[in-house]
């Protein structure tokens, strides 16, 4: 029967980092609320966590490559929220953040999870941040912890 590794939501003694995007906070701060709802829901106690605010999505990928390549934390969850505007800046930024969120978790080897949202309206980004969506800050704490956990079982494996 061949192994398999999952994850459990459930934090132990490790250390995650939240970078927020102060850009659009009415949508961040409702995904940051979140993401730590989830954490100490599964058991993080506050000093367990640490939270970096940017000025916008943008600066998410430097920070949070920061952050992962610190050795101080076992996942780094990003958080930040593209509203489509009238000009091509919204694919620009799409583009950057998701190619450098994407690297920060490649070049350090630490789970560097995706909270972003990326919509086309207003309406659209309140439903992602706790509406009829659910809350992306959320789901993205909950697949940072269980990244955790089937990293760790992957290292305990002999």
Known sequence: MPQELHGVLQVGKERY??????FNDFITSRL????????????????QITIMWVPG?????????????????AAVICLAAVI???TDHYDYVCQQITRGVGEAGLATGVPVLFGVITTDSLDG??????????????????AA???VHVFDQL????
């Open 17 to 22: 980092g939240i970078v927020v995007s102060r």
């Open 32 to 47: 940051l609320d979140g993401a730590l709802d989830c954490l100490r829901r599964h058991g993080a106690v506050d000093e």
């Open 57 to 73: 999505s943008f600066e998410v990928p430097l920070a949070a490559r920061r952050l992962a390549g610190s050795g101080k934390f």
């Open 84 to 86: 489509r505007g009238q």
């Open 125 to 142: 980004a309140i439903d992602r941040a706790g509406a009829k969506g659910g809350n992306q800050g959320f789901k993205s704490a909950a």
């Open 145 to 147: 912890i269980e990244m």
């Open 155 to 158: 290292n305990e494996m002999k």
